[in-house]
């Protein structure tokens, strides 16, 4: 490939990429801990609640079931997700996922 080619191709691909802030200095990474943010504090508060009554098991007939999913299952899924499986007995199981976007500031 010419140098010529390799600029066209360069030119082209930046067209395509998109900007990204420039990285952080190891002195500015040092100062920050994890979790930490450098244009502020995220805060999520989730209340997760779940009851349980009423419940009773035979040690005799005790069983449980496999999880199975079905091919395609999450065909059309976008996003972050958080899936829990369980095949417990008499139990709850419950599932919190935040998550945290911060943008540079322009």
Do not use: C, E
Request: hydrophobic share 40%; proline share 4%.
């Amino acid at each position: 490939m010419s140098f010529a080619q390799a600029h066209a191709a360069d030119a082209q691909n930046s067209v395509l990429k998109p900007a990204f802030p420039q990285a952080l200095s190891a002195s500015d990474l040092a100062a920050l801990s994890g979790g930490a943010s450098p244009s502020g504090v995220a805060i999520t508060k989730q209340t997760l609640t779940a009851v349980n009554s009423g419940n009773s098991l035979n040690a005799d007939t005790i069983t449980t079931g496999d999880v199975s999913i079905g091919a395609g299952a999450f065909n059309g899924f976008n996003g972050v997700g958080n899936f829990v499986f369980n095949t417990g007995n008499n139990n709850n199981v419950q599932g919190s996922l935040s998550v945290t976007i911060i943008t540079p500031a322009n």
